[in-house]
């Protein structure tokens, strides 16, 4: 897909940064495609990981169900239909335009009744992500090594579901990459390394997409 102004200019000030992040455009392009048709269509992108790549998952989240850097307002037709309801103008005031995201395994009733329950170790992401995603959706699966089994049992389910799996891991990609739709392979020789470059990332991937449907800044 071709690039708005406004994305070149987030992609260009990535690399300026981060020059040695130019190996995960083609993947980052991949994936902000794939957004791009997954919000088009009314979808969700869901995200998984575990440590430190599960603090990034719940992040992503953040970036994306609300303003981030640009103003993000709520659509015409919303605000028509809040009209009459309590609190309309507080909540025509003050709500902003999200883009749907879903953060796996924090639903703590359900992963430790999947846990209890299921004979086979590690489902939980799978599980929730089987009774939540619909075709079209995307899965980010983040991981350092790229070898997390939690990841790759919901990968399968992605799949399995018509979704878009991606992985985000360090440079050897693991077994997470060998089965992903688009594996984004960041550089970096210790797991500080990647993860400071997942953030780097990640953060370029939720300034894409914001950038791409609500291009002014606030």
């Not at 791009?36 to 992108?45: A, E, N, P, Q, R």
């Not at 902003?96 to 999947?114: I, P």
């Not at 350092?144 to 939690?150: D, V």
Request: hydrophobic share 45%; charged share 20%.
């Amino acid at each position: 897909m071709t690039l708005t102004d406004v994305e070149q200019g987030i992609l260009q000030e990535m690399l300026q940064r981060r020059p040695d992040l130019e190996v995960c455009v083609p993947g980052m392009l991949a994936l902000h495609e794939a957004l791009v048709k997954c919000y088009d269509g009314g979808g969700t992108l869901f995200t998984c990981g575990n440590g430190g790549s599960n603090a990034d998952a719940m992040h992503i989240v953040g970036e994306l169900c609300k303003s981030f850097e640009r103003k993000r307002p709520l659509p015409a037709r919303f605000v028509e239909r809040l009209k009459g309801l309590p609190f309309a103008e507080e909540l025509t005031a003050n709500l902003e335009a999200g883009l749907s995201s879903v953060a796996l395994g924090f639903n703590g009733a359900l992963k430790t009744a999947v846990e209890n329950d299921c004979a086979l170790r590690d489902i939980a992401f799978a599980q929730e992500l089987n009774a939540l995603m619909r075709a079209g959706d995307v899965l980010i699966a983040l991981s350092t090594s790229g070898n997390a089994i939690n990841c790759r049992l919901a990968m399968s389910v992605a799949q399995a579901k018509s979704g878009v799996a991606v992985s985000l891991t360090g440079p050897k990609g693991g077994k997470m990459a060998e089965a992903a739709c688009i594996a984004i392979k960041a550089p970096g020789g210790s797991t500080k390394e990647v993860q400071e470059a997942h953030v780097v990332v990640w953060h370029t991937i939720c300034c894409l997409i914001e950038g791409h449907y609500f291009p002014e800044m606030r």
